[in-house]
């Protein structure tokens, strides 16, 4: 799943006639850079949920055959946050663990690891697999302590949340169809329980959540393509 509702406040202007994800860095957009890399992992099946101009997302990616994919649409007619949108989209992930991306990040992560992973997760206690990073100069008390593989809310040093996860289903048994709420308080209270996993993620990632740090992803992305057509 790829998560598209966000308004992009921080984004504006841009953000007033486009969804976030659909904003491009070195000549592609966010939302088409991740399905390419899901896709690359064997990822076939991929649902986008969307609010703020969901239509627009739509009419971009159609039914996603041109990029190798099925994709599928879950519509909120408010977002409903990161959880409440997950929850919203069940039906359409079935049962198994399912990956979940934030669309306004980019990240150069390898899937296919995170794919078998989640063949395993389905058989254990676990709950959620997080992918976390260093720190960026806006976030600089990251999110969570990794200790081996386990992710815990104490300890440290802290890192920060990607945006990527791999979830199961039961980690939103308590929260209703169609009700806003936050993921943070799952996974917080699923890593006091000791079921939460995790790994540190050390290539490159940003949260493109400025026109600023767009515009920088752009041109570098940009550059280093134009190097490498150089040769």
């Not at 966010?30 to 649902?47: K, Y």
């Not at 997950?86 to 306004?104: K, Q, T, Y």
């Not at 959540?209 to 515009?215: D, H, N, S, V």
Request: with cysteine; charged share 20%; glycine share 12%.
């Amino acid at each position: 799943m790829i998560l598209a509702a966000g308004r992009g406040e921080r984004m504006r202007p841009l953000t007033d006639t486009l969804p976030k994800p659909l904003l491009t860095v070195g000549g592609k957009s966010l939302l088409v850079r991740h399905i390419e890399s899901l896709a690359a992992a064997g990822v076939r099946q991929i649902v986008i949920n969307h609010a703020h101009l969901g239509a627009l997302i739509e009419e971009s990616l159609g039914d996603g055959r041109a990029l190798g994919v099925t994709l599928q649409y879950s519509r909120e007619a408010v977002a409903l946050e990161t959880a409440g949108g997950i929850v919203l989209a069940l039906p359409l992930l079935g049962e198994e663990p399912f990956i979940v991306v934030n669309g306004d990040i980019y990240c150069e992560l390898d899937f296919a690891p995170l794919v078998a992973r989640g063949t395993r997760m389905g058989l254990s206690e676990t709950l959620a697999h997080l992918v976390l990073v260093d720190n960026p100069p806006h976030h600089p008390r990251g999110d969570f302590a990794l200790a081996g593989w386990e992710v815990r809310n104490e300890g440290g040093p802290h890192l920060t949340f990607s945006g990527i996860g791999l979830y199961c289903k039961r980690l939103f048994a308590g929260i209703a169809p169609g009700a806003r709420a936050p993921l943070a308080p799952l996974l917080r209270e699923a890593a006091d329980a000791g079921k939460v996993t995790g790994e540190h993620f050390r290539g490159r990632w940003e949260d493109v959540g400025t026109p600023q740090r767009l515009a920088e992803l752009d041109r570098a992305l940009t550059a280093r393509t134009a190097a490498h057509a150089r040769g």
